[in-house]
């Protein structure tokens, strides 16, 4: 994957002034409190556009610190709407909408598959077969 600044600078979405990612530290504090090794992109992500993004995600939960508490709110909705489902424990949430509508990846790998559930769905769906197609996609809807 092209990097993640030069993604989103030659599409448009945001300008090296636009873009304010995460220390080393902060990441690793992030990863504390989850208790999982996020992959590289995802690192790779926070440490450049983690903070801010230009105009990627202006409608969604994707950014610091707006991802913190995504997981237990995600948690919590899956015990609410589909108690038989329960998101596997190397799962990160790291993207949500309006309370009812979660992203999220497993920790394994460099460039996991991301999956996306709704409260009504009865089983995660598959949304994109790596975190860096995932943020391509975001990158290429995202209206300049």
Do not use: H, N, W
């Amino acid at each position: 994957m092209t990097g993640i600044r030069d993604l989103l600078v030659a599409s448009g979405v945001a300008t090296d002034a636009d873009l304010f990612g995460l220390s080393p530290q902060e990441i690793g504090a992030f990863e504390a409190r989850t208790g999982l090794a996020f992959p590289g992109i995802y690192r790779d992500f926070l440490s450049v556009a983690g903070r801010s993004a230009g105009r990627l995600a202006l409608d969604i939960d994707l950014l610091y610190p707006d991802v913190v508490g995504l997981q237990e709110r995600a948690i919590a909705l899956i015990a609410e709407c589909k108690p038989a489902y329960e998101l596997p424990a190397d799962a990160l949430v790291f993207g949500g909408y309006q309370g009812y509508q979660y992203t999220f990846f497993q920790c394994v790998g460099d460039d996991p598959p991301v999956f996306r559930f709704f409260d009504d769905d009865e089983d995660p769906t598959l949304t994109s077969e790596s975190l860096s197609a995932f943020f391509r996609y975001m990158v290429a809807t995202t209206p300049r």
